[in-house]
């Protein structure tokens, strides 16, 4: 009897160490524990087949049934430990991080030059009071031109050689038609500026066939020219310093009587006469003048009571002296090399 049951243990034990081999996870893990170990499982079983044995050999093989159990349970929970460790030994592999992988530089944007002096401009004239408006790119004849005292066939149209759209509509050449817009929708006084880019049919060093402005107005009761060009020679001494000369210098423009063309000395040579200013020592950055009764009457302003005056600032050329381009090309070509540098 005593050989049998040993036999019998011993095929358990055979039994249970080949198969925990297949042990591969926590379920099978289970099962197998289950199978030796549990209530109804083989080891449980054999125990209770130690009834059938002598009295004096029970305890021969309920120690050996005992050894069996403790050989059983170290060696599943030692397979237990084995998934846990290799768990986290490839988790650690998946989450490892390369200290010696060079960093990724991240390279911030920053505004456009153009960009900068626009905001840079507009900041100068809300300081003193004025308001921002926007109006279309594209324009119809009427507020590009006509409105603003530049009938059809009037020569003045050739100072701008105009792209169209189609019959009527066109890329409007300045924000003066802005003015228009505004003055029609809101009643006196009026302070306004309007940034946007332009668009004529020109491009060489100085010309590019988009480019940017700033227009401004000021319509009320006794507007003078000591308005204009105090408003003015501020703006020019705030962009360019205190030092900087200011030119106003008489010019023409339909919609503006009389009119202006504003010059600071230039940034290059200080006004002693380069090949940038062209020997002259003065450099054009704005055209302005006192807005002329025709275009307060297409607007139904009464030209009796209000005076005005309105200007248009040309940014390219600010941003092409505040920063020493001699191109403006530049500006419109988005090579980062030269981008970097604002
Ligand atoms: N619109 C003019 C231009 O583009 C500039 C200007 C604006 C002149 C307002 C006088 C008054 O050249």
């Known amino acids: ?91 650690i592999a998946r989450e490892r991080i390369d200290i010696t ?20 401009v ?74 946007g880019a332009v668009y004529r049919r020109d491009s060489d060093v100085s010309h590019s066939p988009m480019f940017y402005q700033v227009e401004g107005l000021m319509v009320d009761e006794h507007i003078t020219f000591k308005d204009l060009k105090g408003v003015l020679t501020t703006f020019c001494r705030k962009v360019f310093g205190e030092k900087h000369g200011v030119r106003f210098r008489p010019s023409f423009f339909p919609f503006t009587e009389p009119s202006a063309e504003v010059d600071i000395s230039c940034v290059m040579c200080g006004g002693t006469g380069c090949r940038v200013c062209k020997m002259s020592g003065w450099m054009e950055i704005l055209g302005c003048g006192m807005v002329d009764p025709e275009v307060f009457k297409a607007v139904k302003y009464d030209p009796k009571k209000l005076t005005g005056f309105a200007f248009g600032v040309g940014i390219d050329r600010v941003a092409m002296l505040l920063y020493g381009i001699n191109d403006i090309r530049l500006f419109y070509e988005n090579d980062l090399r030269f981008l970097e540098q604002f």
């Open 1 to 91: 009897m005593i050989e049998e049951m040993m036999k019998k243990i011993e095929a358990v034990r055979d039994e249970a160490m080949k198969e925990v081999a297949f042990v591969s996870d926590a379920g099978s893990a289970e099962k197998w524990r289950v199978k030796y170990l549990g209530r109804k499982g083989a080891v449980p079983a054999l125990l209770t087949e130690m009834g059938s044995l002598e009295a004096a050999e029970r305890p021969v093989i309920g120690r050996q049934i005992n050894d069996l159990k403790v050989v059983l349970t170290d060696e599943i929970e030692r397979c237990i430990g084995s998934f846990a460790k290799m768990g986290q030994e490839s988790a």
């Open 122 to 195: 507009v900041d100068i004239f809300t300081g003193m009071g004025f308001s921002v408006f926007e109006g279309p790119e594209i324009e119809s004849d009427y507020y590009n031109f006509e409105a603003l005292n530049v009938p059809k066939d009037h020569p003045a149209r050739d100072m701008q050689d105009t792209f169209y759209v189609d019959g009527d509509s066109l890329l409007r050449t300045h924000t003066s038609p802005v003015q228009i817009h505004v003055m029609e929708s809101h009643r006196p006084p009026v302070f306004m500026i309007a940034p």
């Open 101 to 120: 992988l060079p960093g990724r530089v991240i390279i911030p944007g920053n505004r456009h030059p153009i960009r900068q002096t626009m905001d840079y």
